[in-house]
């Protein structure tokens, strides 16, 4: 079973920045590769960002690119949110892989995830 630490999210003003942070941990769990989804309201969850079991390597959406950054520090995944804007709002997925060790950003790929972290832009 794999616990899940959380952080980060909240209100913030279009332009803004957040962080969000997630450790995933677990008796001999160890995570490969690590991905931030998101769900906004009434539409299907989307990719954002993955990142690679060594972390040398990245994916993000289109609509992530230039704005948010991806790391990782072993079991813990940070999204940092800049330029934070409307449609950005959405309940936030940390997600962990044991079947590639590839930024993925196929949900398929991860069998582990967080709970959400809510995250609010406002005009």
């Known amino acids: 079973q794999v616990q899940w630490v959380e952080s980060g999210g909240g209100l913030v003003q279009a332009g803004g920045s957040l962080r969000l942070s997630c450790t995933a941990s677990?008796?001999?769990?160890?995570?490969?590769?690590m991905g931030w989804f998101r769900r906004a309201p009434g539409k299907e969850i989307e990719p954002i960002a993955a990142?690679?079991?060594?972390?040398?390597n990245t994916y993000y959406a289109e609509s992530a690119k230039g704005r948010f950054t991806i790391s990782r520090d072993k079991n813990t995944v940070v999204l940092q949110m800049n330029s934070a804007k409307p449609e950005d709002t959405a309940i936030y997925y940390c997600?962990?892989?044991?079947?590639?060790?590839?930024?993925?950003?196929?949900?398929?790929?991860?069998?582990?995830w967080g709970q959400g972290i809510q995250v609010t832009v406002d005009y």
């Open positions: 990142i690679s079991w060594h972390g040398s």
């Open positions: 677990g008796r001999s769990f160890t995570p490969l590769a």
């Open positions: 997600a962990t892989s044991q079947r590639t060790i590839n930024a993925s950003g196929n949900s398929r790929n991860y069998e582990h």
